[in-house]
């Protein structure tokens, strides 16, 4: 998967602190949450959980792409 941007994200990093694989890093230049290392999730949906704005949808699948849309 190509890194991607989060839509809605207001960068406020929650989702990369809750990540206990480090799946997720916030872009230094745009300050947004993307996925880095997909391959790494273990769908525990810590992240969507901690997302105040509900940024996150994960999907119920292993199948790739584990999170399938942000926003
Ligand atoms: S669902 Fe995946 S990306 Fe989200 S916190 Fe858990 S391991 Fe990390
Ligand atoms: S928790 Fe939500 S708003 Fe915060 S950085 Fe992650 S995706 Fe963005």
Not at 53 to 56: E, F, G, M, P, T
């Given at each position: 998967?190509?890194?991607s941007k989060i839509r809605g994200c207001i960068g406020c990093g929650e989702c990369?602190?809750?990540c206990p694989t480090d799946?997720?890093?916030l872009?230094?230049?745009d300050v947004k949450a993307y996925i880095?290392?997909?391959d790494d999730?273990?769908?525990c949906h810590?992240?969507?959980m901690s997302c105040p704005?509900?940024?996150?949808t994960i999907s119920p699948e292993k199948s790739i792409p584990v999170i399938i849309s942000w926003g």
């Open positions: 998967m190509s890194i990369v602190q809750a799946v997720i890093r872009n230094k230049s880095a290392y997909p999730c273990q769908m810590l992240c969507r704005v509900d940024a996150i």
